[in-house]
């Protein structure tokens, strides 16, 4: 159990397109699914908190008007990229957790975004 | 602050044992996680420790001590595929999980 869902695993596209991922728990309801970006060798860092029915919390240094968080339903949350630049370019793993506190997040596949 | 330390790289040799120590300083803690990540993959679940103590789980086991805000974790009869990055989180009082920068568990034959 706790599968989560993420496509597209990969991503290649021109410099000021936008990009929509999306995420996915298969066979649990996720009021809260997160956004973490990672460059190579480095850790993992969090974008924003996404919950179900109400704005996404954006971490310090994120922007929010570039990265569009959208929560419709207990199952899915999609983060879109708006006018990628080649420095959008990363690893952007979506994780949710079954509820309570205490339950790890389990991480979806994971997107590599290119940017040309 | 609030951070999480780690070694950066660990090497260890096949069939042997290995701990990777994990300490950290939180705004409070609500427990600490373990994750497996290969290189160019998302995360895995390992473990979750709360209680202070020795969590095992086959060949991978996790220890707490609260006191010493200190874990760590033990894999033993080391495997080739055991080589990944494993990283440490805590939650602290928010429930907002602090996440260490990884260890890099190199195993050689």
């Known amino acids: 159990g706790a599968v989560v869902s993420q496509h597209p695993s990969w991503v290649i596209c021109k410099s000021g397109t936008s990009v929509k991922i999306e995420c996915r728990s298969l066979?649990?309801?996720?009021?809260?699914m997160f956004w973490y970006r990672q460059f190579p060798k480095q850790s993992l860092m969090l974008m924003a908190t996404?919950?179900?029915?109400?704005?996404?919390?954006?971490e310090q240094g994120v922007e929010k008007d570039k990265f569009l968080i959208n929560h419709a339903s207990l199952t899915l949350s999609t983060l879109t990229v708006t006018s990628a630049h080649p420095e959008d370019s990363s690893f952007y793993i979506c994780?949710?957790?079954?509820?309570?506190?205490?339950?790890?997040?389990?991480f979806g596949d994971g997107t590599r975004l290119s940017i040309l | 602050g609030q951070n999480i330390d780690q070694p950066t790289e660990m090497t260890a040799t096949e069939g042997a044992i290995v701990q990777i120590n994990c300490t950290y300083q939180?705004?409070?803690?609500?427990?600490l996680f373990w994750y497996q990540q290969h290189a160019g993959e998302a995360p895995t679940f390992l473990s979750y420790?709360?209680l202070d103590g020795l969590e095992e789980k086959g060949r991978f086991s996790s220890f707490l001590s609260r006191s010493k805000g200190y874990s760590y974790l033990l894999l033993k009869e080391l495997q080739m595929k055991d080589s990944a990055s494993y990283l440490c989180?805590?939650?602290?009082?928010?429930?907002?999980?602090?996440w260490g920068a990884g260890t890099k568990l190199i195993i050689k034959p």
């Open positions: 066979d649990f309801q996720a009021t809260t």
């Open positions: 994780s949710a957790s079954q509820g309570g506190d205490h339950q790890p997040q389990h």
């Open positions: 989180a805590a939650i602290n009082s928010n429930y907002q999980l602090i």
């Open positions: 420790n709360v």
């Open positions: 939180t705004s409070g803690f609500n427990g």
């Open positions: 996404s919950n179900e029915g109400s704005k996404a919390t954006y």
